[in-house]
């Protein structure tokens, strides 16, 4: 089976964020970026299918900072093909874009499979396994937790809010968006990482020409108003709990 | 032009569900800026008793049977189809397992522009306006809803659902399907959840005691407001090991992290080791005898007060809140 | 008639047994009488399927893949406990419990807290997982300024490798605040590396992971390499073990101290400084890698004698014999997977035995320590009325600021 994994890199929350000069975008400047946790989970569930049923795992990424290490990582866990595109990524980029230059590469390879995380914390414009299964014309099931395979098709187990289950049968190819691989992402010993960095090659190939459109403008980014401290709810013990009722109703739980 | 708003309510196995509301109450606002009709579009078999309570001005009705149950190949021919056909204003879809299904097949299959993670919506003279909410919640951004037809997924937060809710149904209108040949999806089954204990790491709201519990028959006095919330128990360290709760709903740097939507931690100091576990939490609220616990470092909201006094009484009121 | 288990594998085996050489005085275990006094004196060895006694025997029968599918080897908390008692000096605890975590390591078989804690080392340079850019947050406020190298550009007397938790949790910073109030205090020159300090990276070397430890010491090194001083105070007993033991085979050699050897070093000054009484009882824990990784034992105790007031009760396990906090070995990112094993822990044994002694303050001199025993202390039921105060803390009290 020939399982192609596309993986994003996203900004790292641990950091600060914040906005630049412009108003409109990040502050690239003090920004690391981190594999996008549900790639992540695409790339086990990817290497796990390949442990149970055989097949080749190709991993295709955007050119960025910190991608090769992403990518070796990779290699070390299982996966046997690295593709890295590179194109003018550095001006940013949004899915529908980075979605039109993965298919124009994935076309070209013949997948029975893609795996990708269901979606990303930056996802602004829809997400990129389903933006990408359109474009080649693929079905797509998303908030995958479990893939299966009996007779040539595969059964996606899709969840749902309370842990209720959907088995759906896709025909191939197709692509699963990953919510979560069926155990999670395995560790990786730094010396097998660094082992993989002197044995594996990564194959670059140029992007095609980056194009946003299906994405909107944005007139404004900004960072909503921190509440270092918490806001104490005083009072009688009923008027107490009325305004957490209250909270409640507004916050979509009651 | 049609300047009417689409929301596609989402429905599963006969409920409809939250975010629906949530859309509706959103499109009532655009619509009122464009002076248009909110449209609550219904996809199903045998599904028109959906309607009742949508607060819609009308309910396009689309039945067929490989729409009885929910398929993404499904959905987004039939949706296609219906968009291209009568080109609304906007259509908003929601921001779960259902709308992200469709919602980039049909920016691609329509090539129409889309926004993701939309929070809350305005209207500014003509102009129609998002803003959403990305990175954890850290960062908002805000735009334009471009002409002449906008997709949006839309997360819970911004509009309250009973605003999207009416006593008066709406006036339903079905819409053939086209013909559903070559759906390349097809559900199988559905599972239910194991009987075996929960995974807290997917809940949305939990109720999480620490040492203020005191001891183990007051646990009882969680339990009921978890009952009624609809939640489910988690705790801190000294529970757990106390035995008092079985280590699946450890949350922590020992145990799980967490990511629901609201968080109440009761009685729980707030050690670096808890909070690890919860930051991934929208909202968190926290009830504690001690007005310096860093918990209230990291709480949206704080009650300083014994957690064994308020919960009879909020179990109570929520109670009455969601009519027993 | 019994089947006997033949293992999959006889060369893992004789391949582990002979990789065991390489550790310094590795050899010793071909002369290992099965005594079985390691096992015994372990703290969770009654808890292992294979202790170290046990875990020798069975790479002398050639079924020692069998210990690698079992992962009760996680039990082990580095605590030299074994080493220090072993009749043949085999080095137990490097020779033995770190080359077999490595082999588990190496094969997957990890605890998910655990990986947590080393992909964080990968990616933040620090087991906490907090950004490398708030490493010195911790010295915000302090006067005079705390220098840091990257910044001042000047050449030091002592260079104060900090350490990841003495930076970053909560309630370890106060005991470094401490602590750099005390060498404001004897007007010691010092400055830091701040962001681009590193973990040092032992307990994470000794959790088996190797090839992280190097890449972190390298990176160590290199910042070391930018900056002029005389010599490196450690805040930290593992740091101060890595720096002294494990760094110079990587090309990296700094004269080292533990800050409690720097400071008895300076009593003459110190006295004079200590003019708040302290009256209380406090009794001292020696941390596993100050003391019998490295002998340092007298050191703590001067400095506690030289303060005013305080009476030095000592628990009955003391110096080499004492009790591991369980931090060690990756025992900080363990407390989960050996909470289910045991339903014990290590802290509190030791906080029950503080307790006894009449201390009202445990003291202690390794950042691992305050927030386990703490902890610990919540739930012995006698301990309600115990402090946990670093040394460092200790002396600031008697400074009476």
Known sequence: MNIIVPVKLVPDLVEELTIDSSGKALDTSWLRLILNEFDDHAIEQAIL???????????????????????????????????????????????????????????????????????????????????????????????????????????ARKEYPGGLIAEMEVTLPAVLGIQAAQQPPRYIAVSKVRQAMKTATIEEQTAAELDPTGGLTIGRMFQPEAGAQATMITGEVNEIAARLVSFFKELGIL | MNQDIYVIVEHLRGQVADISYVMLA????????????????????????????????????????????????AYL???????????????????????????????????LPLVSQCRSV??????????SQICGGKIMAEGVLPVPTALMTMVPGGFKPEHGWSAQPPEVTPVTVPTMEGLRVTLKQYVEPEAGDVDISKEQILVSVGRGIQNQDNLELAQELADALGAVMCASRPVVDQGWLPTTRLVGKSGKSVKPKVYLALGISGAPEHVEGITGSDVIIAVNTDPAAPIFDVARYGVEMDMLDLLPVLTEQVRQATGG | MATIAFSQSPSFSKTFYSSLYKVIEGERIQTCLQCGMCSGVCPFGYLMDFPPGRMIAELRANTFDRVIKADTVWMCVSCYACTEV??????????LMTRAKEELLMAGNIPSELQNALENSQRYNNPLGESPRKRADWAKGIEPEVKILGKTKQPVDVLWFIGDYPSYHPRVRSATRA????????????????????????????????????????????????YQFNEIVTTDPHAFNALKNEYPALGISYPVRHFTQFLAERLDQLKPILKQEVKARVTYHDPCYLGRANGVYDEPRALLKAIPGVELEEMSHNRNTSLCCGGGGGGMWLDGFQWEKAHVRLSEWRVREAVTTGASILVVACPYESPRFEDAAKMVQQAGQLAVKDIAELLVMAMGD
């Open chain 1, 49 to 155: 299918l390949k442990e149970r049923i055989g097949g080749q795992v190709t991993i295709v990424a955007p050119d960025v900072e910190g991608i090769d290490d992403v990518l070796y990582t990779t290699v070390a866990k299982g996966a046997d093909r690295l593709i890295k595109l590179v194109g003018d990524f550095a001006g940013g980029f949004n899915n529908h874009a980075l979605a039109r230059v993965f298919s124009a590469v994935i076309k070209e390879l013949q997948p029975d499979l893609l795996l990708t995380g269901v979606q990303a914390h930056n996802d602004l414009d829809g997400s990129v396994g389903p933006l990408l299964a359109e474009q080649l014309g693929m079905p797509y099931i998303g908030y995958v937790a479990g893939v299966t395979l009996t007779d040539g098709n595969v059964i």
């Open chain 3, 86 to 95: 072993c009749p043949a000096k085999i080095p137990l605890t490097p020779g």
């Open chain 2, 77 to 111: 021919k039939a949706l296609a189809g219906l968009i291209s056909e009568n080109a609304p204003r906007v259509v908003l879809l929601g921001h779960t397992s259902v709308g992200m299904d469709v919602a980039s097949g049909l920016s691609v299959r329509l090539s």
């Open chain 2, 122 to 131: 305005s209207t500014d003279n003509s102009l129609l306006k998002f803003i």
């Open chain 2, 26 to 73: 959103a499109a009532r606002l655009l619509a009122q800026g464009t002076g248009g009709k909110v449209v609550a579009v219904i996809l199903g078999h045998n599904a028109r008793e959906q309607v009742v309570g949508l607060g819609a001005d009308q309910v396009l009705y689309l039945d067929h049977p490989s729409l009885a149950e929910f398929t993404s190949d």
């Open chain 3, 179 to 226: 602590l750099a109030q005390v060498f404001n205090a004897l007007g010691v020159d010092f400055g830091i590396l701040g962001p681009e300090e590193n973990s040092d990276g032992d307990s994470q070397r000794l959790a088996g992971e190797h090839g992280l430890f190097e890449v972190l010491a390298e990176k160590n090194g290199r910042a070391f390499g930018k």
